[in-house]
């Protein structure tokens, strides 16, 4: 059952561009109920407060851990084709991308989680137990062509107005353009100890916290979903940020 996240609102000293609002949703982890959840409160929200222009933005690690990453995907490639959201790539689906190119990475993807997303798409080891080589096969055989092609439109990153969107965070000191995609999916303390204006205000998630964490140059929100029954989503207006 979901928890609901607190509803109340702050600001910032950042701002979108007029008339926009941003839907930014954190990690997901195969927790496809909470999704729909999500999916019905920003309905609901853009239908209650109109807005020229409402983006929705997904902040990556989509799949793993959590019972139903194949039904997540699904969910994501309608909003992406039909509300035009921006989905970010996360350091899981890096990783689930690296394995269907090369089975040797089933080990470490296996401690990520894995397995679940595996079993999502009906992929369970058999009797026997399978070789990797094997569950590998009937992975690809499994994988829709409508999940290739949405993994092809995942974003490193997305910038509107003052805000810069991404999984993990940024290398502080580094310019935004000459960013390392590897630094945006996978940074943690270096990123999350700076207290220095980053030229942007940084929305991410990654680094799961017990509630959404609001820094001076940046926003936390992901509440470990899998683990904890709260996926968060920020409606960002102007400076304002409400949790829905």
Known sequence: MRKAVAAHSLSVGASTPADTRIYATGDIHGCADLLRDVIERIDDDVRRRPVPRAIEVYLGDYID????????????????????????????????????????????????????????????????????????RRFLAAFPRTHELFLQCLRDRFSCGDFLFVHAGIRPGVPLDRQDPNDLIWIRDEFLDCTHDHGRFIVHGHTPVPHPDIRSN?????????????????AIEGSTILFL
Do not use: K
């Not at 989905?87 to 679940?116: I, K, S």
């Open 65 to 136: 851990r959590g019972p139903h990453s194949r039904a997540v995907l699904d969910l994501l490639a309608v909003r992406l084709v039909a509300n035009q959201a921006v989905c970010l790539r996360g350091n899981h689906e890096a990783v689930m991308e690296e394995f269907l190119r090369d089975p040797t990475l089933l080990p470490y993807w296996q401690q990520l989680g894995g397995m679940q997303t595996l079993a999502s798409y009906g992929v369970e080891p058999r009797e026997g137990n399978d070789t990797v080589a094997e569950l590998h």
């Open 218 to 234: 940046r926003l936390n929100i992901d509440t470990a979903a899998w683990r904890t029954g709260m996926l968060t989503c920020a």
